[in-house]
């Protein structure tokens, strides 16, 4: 029998069998049967709109046919989607249609660029209450950069300082990213995310009119929040430069940083792991002269963090702290983690024995034997880079709280 007939008979009686759906799907595609390709995807959607790799692969089937439009909107809805991966032919063909609005030329030459979208990135609206603990930096924030962005002529007229770039330290994991965007949000701000590390290659190959074309966006966009996130990673390749291209785009980097003064609107945030591997230059006065340290969650934001992970699923009552208490150095992604561990434990149990229960402290116990936190690694970079003196003073907030940690 033909792989053909084998799916088509599997698919006959086992018709929500998504995955042999997208395998008959990419079967008919390959036989440039593309219409029928295209209901396959389609019919595996409609149990699963999530499916990113559907998405693609219906784009292809409509490029295909020539329906370039619709292509380009599946595309871009399977970007925002988990899993996604990106379909290097899909994209030039897309830039061609010129179909999104923004792009960043990825690679050298520009006939056989990769295309990066920023706005795909957007995410969902997320403000400091979403954010769980860091009450006196949300205070900070609030002070120094919210107010005077939403009132800035009453901050003028006091000739308080209103700009400058914000840098965000902290081990992985434990909110940066989350914080930016709810800045954004607090400051009303259209958010524009850059991810360096994701697109290094994009910067390295990025002349300096498109690292230009980045912070027009933003300035036309205004009010807006420009969020480089893994600043280090443009540090490094500074440092590791050998092309005079790398260093060029770097500069033009600080350049653009040092305009800012005079770009009403336009605030300029930037996270990293790794605040001892970013440039210096980049921490100068007008530059990312705010730093701040984003700490790993105490107990009480840990419970605190359980409890909102948890507040909409069915759970038998149990401490929270208790378990907060257990789970030292766990980050708020590794608690994501171990919640979505345990829920995985206590449904497999469900499904099982076909009776259903809520979650309970018994499966978080499961889970914990075989999660461990992130950033241990973090920790003993940090405690070897705050160990000279000058590294103490410079990071005296990561040294304090080395002090006070837990061993592990
Ligand atoms: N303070 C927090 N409050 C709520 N959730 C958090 C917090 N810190 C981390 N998380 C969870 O962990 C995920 C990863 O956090 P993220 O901001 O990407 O970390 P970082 O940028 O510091 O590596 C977030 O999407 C969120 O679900
Ligand atoms: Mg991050």
Redo the contacts with the bound molecule.
């Keep these: 029998m033909s792989d053909r007939a084998i799916l088509e008979r599997g698919l006959l009686t086992e018709p929500g069998r998504t995955d042999l759906r997208l395998e008959y799907a990419e079967l008919l595609a390959a036989e440039g049967a593309y219409g029928d390709a295209l209901r396959q995807y389609d019919l595996a959607l409609e149990s699963d709109d999530s499916l990113a790799s559907a998405h693609v692969g219906a784009a292809r089937c409509l490029i295909a046919l020539r329906r370039t439009k619709e292509a380009a909107r599946r595309y871009t809805k399977a970007r925002r989607l988990p899993g996604f991966q990106p379909a290097a032919e899909l994209e030039e063909l897309l830039e061609e249609a010129n179909a999104r609005p923004f792009r960043v030329i990825h690679g050298r030459e520009k006939g056989t660029a990769d295309i990066v979208d920023i706005r795909a990135y957007l995410p969902p609206s997320i403000g400091f209450d979403?954010?769980?603990?860091?009450d006196a930096i949300k205070r900070t924030l609030r002070m120094q950069i919210v107010e005077p962005f939403l009132n800035p002529a009453l901050f003028r007229r006091y000739e308080k300082k209103v700009g400058g770039g914000v840098l965000?330290y902290?081990?992985?994991?434990?909110?940066?990213?989350?914080?930016?965007r709810a800045l954004a949000t607090e400051c009303r701000a259209e958010f524009i995310p850059v991810a360096i590390g994701d697109v290094l290659s994009v910067w390295l190959g990025m002349s300096e009119a498109n690292l230009a074309e980045l912070f027009v966006h933003a300035r036309a966009t205004a009010p807006s929040v420009l969020f480089f996130?893994e600043l280090d990673a443009l540090g490094c390749s500074r440092a590791k430069a050998s092309s005079e291209t790398a260093r060029t785009v770097v500069n033009e980097f600080l350049a653009q940083l040092d305009g800012f003064e005079s770009n009403d609107g336009v605030l300029v945030l930037a996270?990293t792991?790794m605040p001892w591997d970013v440039d210096p230059a980049m921490k100068r006065p007008g530059r990312f002269d705010r730093q701040i340290f984003?700490a790993p969650?105490d107990v009480n934001?840990r419970a605190k963090?359980l409890a909102?992970?948890l507040a909409d699923v069915p759970v038998e009552p149990f401490g929270y702290r208790e378990l907060a208490r257990r789970l030292p150095h766990y980050?708020?992604?590794d608690?994501?983690g171990l919640v979505d561990q345990a829920k995985e434990y206590a449904l497999d149990e469900m499904l099982q024995s076909g009776q259903e229960r809520p979650l309970g402290l018994r499966d978080f116990q499961r889970a914990l034997e075989h999660t461990e936190p992130s950033m241990l690694e973090w920790l003993d970079t940090a405690r070897e880079r705050v160990s000279s003196s000058s590294g103490e003073r410079r990071y005296k907030e990561v040294a304090d709280y080395l002090r006070d940690a837990q061993p592990y």
Excluded: R
């Design positions: 979403d954010v769980v603990g860091m965000l902290g081990p992985p994991g434990c909110g940066k990213t989350l914080l930016a996130d996270a792991n984003v969650p934001a963090m909102m992970k980050s708020g992604a608690i994501d």
